[in-house]
């Protein structure tokens, strides 16, 4: 039975993240090819994580407030893979902008969701949340491999088809998710009154962290055409990334055996602040490529320990609003902001001076990493403190 129920939440991961695989690097190819301008095309694509994490907090407000999270969850993807249809027909910039903004906004919920529900159960599903989200990751590259040779074949038209193919299998698959939400309704508290001292500070570090991701995420093969690299350097470093990224996730319970999660937090922050300064500084091909295996910490390390804190500083009954609380913070607000702040300086400092700034922003980072952690030290003191006369009574 547990086997059963794992296969289903690998599942829903796998077709969770595949469309992902495609929509990133050939939406925008298909865009251009319907005669998008630049701007349009970046007004698209800058508006997903603003829309997607902002919504996502009402809807969790709803799951958490009235536990109708895998109700919500199923007509969510339901309703936002009837979207994808769309974009088989329309054409225009502004019916264009209306569908993706509709898909945003239906689709924002889903990953926060799933991620609630798998903690919610993941006792039930053998207790290893990183072997079970790696797989997302695993079909993230998939689908963005399988992307080129159907692009090449049937033109970059094929591009909406392949985004909505995997859709109907993933609303069947997140239909058979755990549907028990953990707790009471009446001790439910809304997102935006869960800030705790310890949340508070772990959501400045994911916030910082993901701020610091701007260069990379936008501007690495400007950086690498900058350095005379080859244009497949590009494309190594991020499956060298993404591929780290998998290795650590799978590796992610013996990690957090031997580390706390406000530690693997702060070494997560140390890594990253490395990476960056050593990518501003690094011109051979080689090191360029190899130091973006980094990012398993970078991201795949941060999000462990980032799951596991949620589960504890989060009340049960709020699980649903802390993943999107944490989704808003730092990929929504941090993840556009980095984008933003990159593109704002790489012109005045080139693309080697944003990444040795962004090392910086990552150091600045463990001021917040170690406010958590000293917070967290005194909690696991105290409650060892309260358990430890109870013990002691029990045994006389």
Same mark, same amino acid.
């Given at each position: 039975?547990r086997?059963?129920?794992r296969?289903?939440?690998? *599942?829903?991961?796998?077709?969770?993240?595949a469309g992902?695989?495609v929509?990133?690097?050939?939406?925008?190819?298909y865009?251009? #090819?319907l005669?998008?301008?630049g /701007?349009q095309?970046?007004m698209?694509f800058?508006?997903?994580?603003?829309?997607?994490?902002?919504?996502?907090?009402?809807?969790?407000y709803?799951?958490? !407030?009235?536990?109708?999270?895998?109700?919500? *969850?199923?007509g969510?993807?339901?309703?936002g &893979?009837l979207?994808f249809?769309g974009?088989?027909?329309? !054409?225009?910039?502004a019916m264009?902008?209306?569908?993706?903004?509709?898909i945003?906004?239906l689709?924002?919920p889903?990953?926060?969701?799933?991620d609630?529900?798998v903690?919610d159960h993941l006792?039930?599903l053998?207790g290893?949340?990183?072997? *079970?989200r790696m /797989?997302?990751?695993?079909?993230?590259?998939?689908f963005?491999?399988?992307?080129?040779?159907?692009?090449h074949?049937?033109?970059v038209?094929?591009?909406?088809?392949?985004l909505?193919?995997?859709?109907?299998?993933?609303?069947i698959a997140?239909?058979?998710l755990?549907r028990e939400?953990?707790? #009471?309704?009446? #001790?439910f508290?809304a997102? /935006?009154a869960?800030l705790?001292?310890p949340?508070?500070?772990?959501?400045a570090s994911a916030?910082?962290?993901?701020?610091?991701?701007?260069a990379f995420s936008?501007f690495?093969a400007?950086?690498?055409?900058a350095?005379?690299?080859?244009?497949?350097v590009?494309?190594?470093a991020?499956?060298? &990334?993404?591929?780290?990224e998998?290795a650590?996730l799978? &590796?992610?319970g013996r990690?957090l055996?031997?580390v706390?999660?406000?530690?693997l937090?702060?070494?997560?922050?140390?890594v990253?602040?490395?990476?960056?300064?050593?990518?501003a500084?690094?011109?051979?091909?080689?090191?360029v490529?190899?130091?973006?295996?980094?990012?398993?910490?970078t991201?795949?390390?941060?999000?462990?320990?980032?799951l596991?804190?949620?589960?504890r500083?989060?009340?049960?009954e709020?699980?649903t609003?802390g993943?999107?609380?944490y989704?808003?913070?730092a990929?929504g607000?941090?993840g556009?902001?980095g984008? &933003?702040l990159?593109?704002?300086?790489?012109?005045?400092?080139?693309t080697?001076?944003v990444f040795?700034?962004e090392a910086?922003?990552?150091?600045l980072?463990l001021?917040p990493?170690?406010?958590?952690?000293? *917070?967290?030290?005194?909690?696991e003191?105290?409650v060892?403190?309260?358990?430890?006369p109870?013990?002691?009574?029990a045994g006389?």
């Amino acid at each position: 039975m547990r086997r059963d129920r794992r296969r289903i939440v690998i *599942l829903a991961y796998v077709l969770l993240f595949a469309g992902g695989g495609v929509w990133m690097p050939y939406f925008p190819l298909y865009l251009s #090819h319907l005669g998008f301008t630049g /701007w349009q095309v970046g007004m698209i694509f800058g508006l997903q994580p603003a829309l997607r994490w902002t919504s996502a907090i009402g809807w969790a407000y709803a799951a958490d !407030r009235w536990r109708i999270r895998h109700q919500l *969850l199923v007509g969510a993807a339901i309703a936002g &893979a009837l979207c994808f249809l769309g974009l088989l027909v329309v !054409r225009s910039f502004a019916m264009v902008l209306a569908v993706t903004a509709a898909i945003a906004l239906l689709h924002a919920p889903l990953i926060p969701m799933v991620d609630a529900a798998v903690m919610d159960h993941l006792e039930r599903l053998g207790g290893d949340y990183g072997r *079970l989200r790696m /797989w997302g990751s695993i079909a993230f590259v998939a689908f963005a491999v399988i992307g080129a040779p159907l692009v090449h074949a049937f033109s970059v038209q094929i591009v909406p088809l392949v985004l909505l193919l995997p859709l109907p299998a993933m609303v069947i698959a997140l239909a058979r998710l755990p549907r028990e939400q953990r707790g #009471h309704a009446k #001790h439910f508290r809304a997102p /935006w009154a869960l800030l705790t001292p310890p949340l508070t500070a772990f959501l400045a570090s994911a916030f910082l962290i993901q701020l610091s991701c701007g260069a990379f995420s936008g501007f690495f093969a400007l950086h690498t055409a900058a350095l005379g690299l080859s244009d497949a350097v590009p494309g190594l470093a991020w499956g060298c &990334a993404v591929a780290a990224e998998v290795a650590i996730l799978f &590796a992610g319970g013996r990690i957090l055996e031997r580390v706390t999660p406000s530690q693997l937090v702060i070494v997560s922050l140390l890594v990253s602040a490395t990476r960056w300064a050593i990518t501003a500084w690094a011109r051979d091909q080689t090191l360029v490529v190899l130091l973006q295996m980094t990012h398993a910490f970078t991201f795949g390390a941060f999000h462990l320990a980032a799951l596991l804190l949620l589960s504890r500083l989060v009340p049960p009954e709020s699980s649903t609003g802390g993943q999107a609380l944490y989704g808003l913070v730092a990929f929504g607000i941090g993840g556009s902001s980095g984008l &933003a702040l990159a593109g704002a300086l790489v012109d005045r400092i080139g693309t080697a001076g944003v990444f040795g700034f962004e090392a910086g922003v990552t150091l600045l980072g463990l001021v917040p990493a170690l406010w958590l952690h000293r *917070l967290m030290r005194k909690t696991e003191i105290a409650v060892a403190t309260v358990a430890r006369p109870r013990r002691v009574a029990a045994g006389g």
